[in-house]
């Protein structure tokens, strides 16, 4: 069965370090989200992506975050210069298409710690 | 907020009864999913009714959708140890990408 797949499972990074987190959607889907999950807490929208631009993205979603599909396969998520609060379980998704009848594909999760 | 909220925030029953979870909402949609995560592990979708559906089933599972009340129930029969997870709505907004609400925690005790 095709899944999302996202690396690196756990990421350890020093305050004030870019990140970069990565994500392989599943082929034929159009559509890819950032969600993020801090510990013990809701899952929150982050961003969605539809051909090759942003589609929507939420307040949490500032200056120091960004979205890009570099290839054909791929979908990351960069933080610029992380902060502890950054530290979350970050989950990627994708759908074949957006609306009434989508059901979204979440990958396992990247643990960032920021320290 | 126009995101789901569950409730109860944590629900703790013992194995064969029946869980029941509820969600609501704040305006119009296009659908309501309902996702399960177990601890520390991604999001697995269970189910998706659509606006103009009032009740799904899938195996054990039934959720049924109120538009005029807003809110959704996720009912889940004969439960099992192995049930024990948070279950979250996701409401795909007419205007928006899904957003999710904080979840009910279930315990099912063998």
């Known amino acids: 069965e095709p899944e999302v797949t996202q690396t690196p499972s756990h990421q350890v990074t020093q305050m004030g370090q870019e990140v970069i987190l990565r994500c392989v959607p599943i082929s034929n889907h159009l559509y890819f989200y950032w969600y993020r999950q801090i510990l013990g807490q809701k899952v929150e929208f982050l961003v969605s992506f539809y051909n090759n631009e942003i589609s929507e993205k939420s307040e949490i979603f500032d200056d120091q975050f960004s979205v890009e599909r570099p290839d054909g396969s791929n979908f990351t998520l960069k933080i610029r210069s992380t902060k502890l609060e950054d530290s979350a379980m970050y989950f990627c998704a994708s759908s074949r298409e957006r609306g009434a009848y989508t059901e979204a594909f979440f990958g396992q999760g990247t643990r960032l710690t920021v320290v | 907020s126009q995101q789901g909220e569950e409730d109860p925030q944590a629900l703790s029953i013992q194995e064969g009864e029946n869980a029941t979870m509820n969600c609501s909402y704040k305006t119009s949609i296009n659908n309501l999913q309902w996702y399960r995560q177990n601890s520390g592990r991604g999001l697995v979708h269970l189910i998706l009714i659509r606006s103009n559906e009032r009740e799904k089933h899938s195996g054990r599972l039934r959720v049924t959708l109120d538009t005029s009340k807003k809110s959704s129930s996720l009912l889940i029969t004969a439960s099992r140890a192995a049930d024990t997870a948070s279950y979250f709505c996701?409401?795909?907004?007419?205007?928006?990408?899904?957003?999710f609400g904080a979840g009910t925690r279930l315990t099912v005790k063998p």
């Open positions: 996701a409401t795909d907004l007419r205007n928006n990408d899904m957003r």
